[in-house]
């Protein structure tokens, strides 16, 4: 009997060890993901460089020796040129990199993403982004000055239909 | 008196169950559960059967949560703090259920994988259950993953965003991947419906991949014992009304929570991520993956042969195959094109020897200079189990002039060390014994037979002792002649960490036995008879 009554009490002890693990775990400790004054900045952007040659035309000769479904006058090399992303804030650069374009035949669109906490409070911040290898100036830029809160998150983002840098 | 103990021809086929330091850790912590929870009902002995639990109590309360759910990004937190709090008795507890049994989960298929490398189950015939177990995990925590991300709270955010960041870092995905749950229009109701299918898809292939992992066992155990059951609802049911999981604010991306409470059972490996790396913790968890498949060759043991059938006596009465514990055997039309004949799938024989327990023509009654049976261990084949026993009861009989105790015993549980008075023979499982060896120990001039088996719970070939139990006892084919004299047998059930009871145990059964009329050596009449065949006289 006594066996007994210390089997129950002890399972219900076990069990009860095990329900209070399971429901501590589940929420405890809490991860500090920033501290508490921090904001984040983002950069996330998905943008196709502009391609590295322009398009010529054919010569005659050219297009005698093609097949004929393949004679187009236009030969236009798809290669895309890597997007380089310049980021600097309050006259410090975070980063400053360059994003190759997807694909087999570099032919897709260069995405990018990178995040870095940074102190919340006022910043100045300023985005250069050359997405064409025949040009060494910036083909998109933008600067702003943001206001961030503890735990605020600022991103960059490269949109051409939106005038090239987003800052938002 | 002289110390005495019967081995057979080939007395060490099997190398034994593992004796490191971390089985020994593991059998001791089992063992001490064992006291207070009892063997039938100690969870560390049914991780596999819990784990099917709490899949059916994840997978049920998860049915009716998603009844009340809303698949859209501005629904869908909305509708699980209504189900939180306006039906808190019912939605509520299980919204808390259905998070704790998922924990409870992760923990059991950590401890089921743990106890399996421990107890070394995992080479040679086991293969396949331990590889095929190895992606659980993998679908486990990507359904818990997908489950965080339907509340939509700021943990979802979190969670989304670090699993984009962490796939991102994989070729094939990039780091484009990130921009679905970052940008402010970023999240959609379509991506919400993507969720919703993933946290239905990943469990149903987690079922799946726990359906393939049980496919080589007989009689998996896939229900938890009805005592064990019960505590564990409790427990979980307990700790859902103390603790009730509670969401955090909504999710907002424009901002990030600088703490997050997080399910550590689940989402501990993103703080990992950020502490170090995606790719070094695509590299921890790759390699650890590759390296659990990679054990059952590169830690392999040496196992007895396979199992081999004599299709001269095998009758095609499917005793092995109903008994064989791997699902080893499979029935063939007989060669001789009357009934059938076991057929033995060499890759999934765990030379256990179960089958030749259970065959009816492993009897040591049958005439002939050779016993040939059925279905027999090429290692150790029952003929030279009684070839041993009669020359070790004749040769104690005649050393010690007295008639010996004969001791079966189980190599995987507790052995006794050469004792005056026993004979005592060694076997890979208690199951290959078959029971008419005890009647024929007796009418050798046995004093008496002791059959040491593992406890039920413990059995190294998982049906072993419970097989052999139910032999003894006349309840499964083959079994022991009513007529044998239950009297002079006893069947005890001792783990390899209790050689001291089984030597007591035994050594009482003796003195008992001395203390009584010596029975006569009927079996003396038989061996002589054998001879003169085999001399030709």
Redesign the interface.
């Known amino acids: 009997m006594a066996g007994r009554a210390?089997?129950w009490i002890?399972?219900g002890v076990?069990?009860?060890l095990?329900?209070?693990a399971?429901?501590t775990?589940?929420?405890?400790p809490?991860?500090?993901?920033?501290?508490?004054d921090?904001?984040?900045l983002?950069l996330?952007f998905?943008h196709p460089g502009k391609f590295v040659t322009d398009c010529r035309s054919r010569s005659a000769e050219e297009l005698a020796k093609l097949p004929p479904q393949l004679r187009a006058e236009l030969d236009c090399p798809r290669e895309r040129s890597p997007v380089r992303v310049r980021v600097d804030l309050d006259g410090r650069t975070l980063y400053d990199e360059s994003f190759q374009p997807?694909g087999l035949r570099r032919d897709g669109?260069a995405?990018?993403?990178r995040?870095l906490s940074i102190p919340a409070g006022e910043h100045h911040l300023q985005v250069q982004v050359n997405d064409d290898v025949r040009t060494s100036a910036a083909t998109y830029q933008g600067e702003r000055r943001v206001t961030l809160a503890?735990?605020?998150?600022v991103?960059i983002?490269v949109i051409a239909d939106q005038g090239g840098v987003v800052i938002? | 008196m002289t110390a005495r103990s019967f081995a057979t021809p080939t007395a060490t086929p099997d190398p034994g169950p593992r004796q490191g330091t971390l089985t020994r850790g593991w059998r001791g912590v089992e063992r001490a559960?064992d006291r207070?929870?009892?063997e039938a009902?100690n969870p560390l002995r049914q991780l596999g059967a819990l784990g099917y639990l709490m899949f059916w109590l994840v997978a049920a309360t998860g049915i009716y949560l998603y009844i009340f759910f809303e698949t859209s990004v501005d629904g869908a937190h909305a509708s699980v703090e209504r189900l939180t709090h306006d039906q808190w008795w019912a939605g509520g507890v299980l919204r808390s259920l259905h998070?704790?049994a998922s924990?409870?989960m992760v923990?059991l298929v950590a401890l089921h994988l743990l106890r399996e490398l421990a107890l070394g189950r995992f080479s040679g015939f086991r293969w396949f259950s331990w590889v095929s177990g190895v992606p659980t995990p993998w679908l486990l925590v990507a359904s818990g993953v997908t489950g965080y991300w339907l509340v939509w709270d700021e943990v979802a955010q979190?969670v989304g965003i670090a699993v984009t960041?962490w796939f991102?870092a994989l070729p094939g995905f990039?780091?484009?991947l990130?921009?679905n749950f970052?940008?402010?229009d970023a999240m959609t109701d379509r991506m919400f419906s993507l969720l919703a299918f993933l946290h239905i898809g990943l469990p149903l292939a987690l079922l799946l991949a726990m359906w393939a992992h049980i496919q080589r066992l007989t009689r998996p155990r896939t229900t938890s014992s009805r005592a064990l059951t019960l505590?564990?609802v409790?427990?979980?049911l307990?700790?859902s009304l103390?603790?009730p999981?509670q969401s955090q604010p909504p999710a907002d991306?424009?901002?990030?929570?600088?703490?997050?409470?997080?399910?550590?059972?689940y989402?501990g490996i993103?703080?990992a991520m950020?502490e170090s790396s995606p790719g070094a913790v695509w590299a921890a968890l790759g390699g650890t993956t590759l390296l659990l498949v990679a054990m059952p060759w590169a830690v392999r043991r040496e196992r007895p042969a396979p199992v081999v059938v004599d299709p001269a006596n095998c009758n095609g009465c499917t005793r092995c195959f109903a008994d064989c514990p791997y699902e080893a055997i499979e029935m063939l039309p007989h060669p001789s094109g009357r009934g059938q004949i076991a057929s033995v799938d060499e890759d999934r024989c765990a030379s256990c020897g179960i089958c030749a327990g259970a065959c009816p023509s492993s009897t040591p009654f049958r005439s002939g200079q050779r016993l040939a049976t059925g279905i027999d261990l090429p290692a150790f084949p029952i003929d030279a189990l009684r070839v041993g026993l009669d020359a070790g009861i004749e040769s104690a009989r005649a050393v010690e002039a007295g008639a010996p105790v004969v001791l079966f015993a189980c190599a995987a549980g507790a052995t006794v060390p050469k004792t005056p008075g026993v004979l005592r023979v060694d076997l890979i499982c208690a199951g290959m014994l078959p029971p008419a060896f005890v009647d024929y120990a007796l009418r050798a001039g046995a004093a008496g037979v002791v059959v040491s088996s593992c406890p039920s719970e413990d059995c190294e070939f998982r049906f072993g002792a419970r097989w052999l139990s139910e032999r003894l006892a006349g309840e499964r084919e083959p079994g022991l002649r009513e007529a044998v004299d239950r009297s002079r047998i006893r069947f005890v059930r001792f783990a390899r960490e209790q050689p001291g009871e089984l030597a007591a145990q035994v050594e009482r059964f003796r003195v008992e036995l001395a203390a009584r009329p010596r029975a006569p050596a009927l079996r003396a009449e038989r061996t002589a008879r054998r001879e003169s065949v085999s001399t030709g006289r």
């Open positions: 210390f089997g002890g399972q076990l069990y009860a095990f329900a209070a399971i429901g775990f589940s929420v405890w809490a991860y500090r993901h920033l501290q508490p921090e904001a984040l983002r996330s998905k997807a669109a995405s990018g993403y995040r503890p735990g605020q998150v991103l983002d938002r | 559960l207070v929870c009892g009902d998070r704790y924990d409870a923990v979190f960041e991102g990039g780091p484009a990130v921009r970052v940008g402010v505590w564990s409790a427990a979980l307990l700790v103390v603790f999981a991306l424009l901002r990030a929570p600088a703490t997050v409470p997080i399910d550590w059972f989402l993103f703080p950020y």
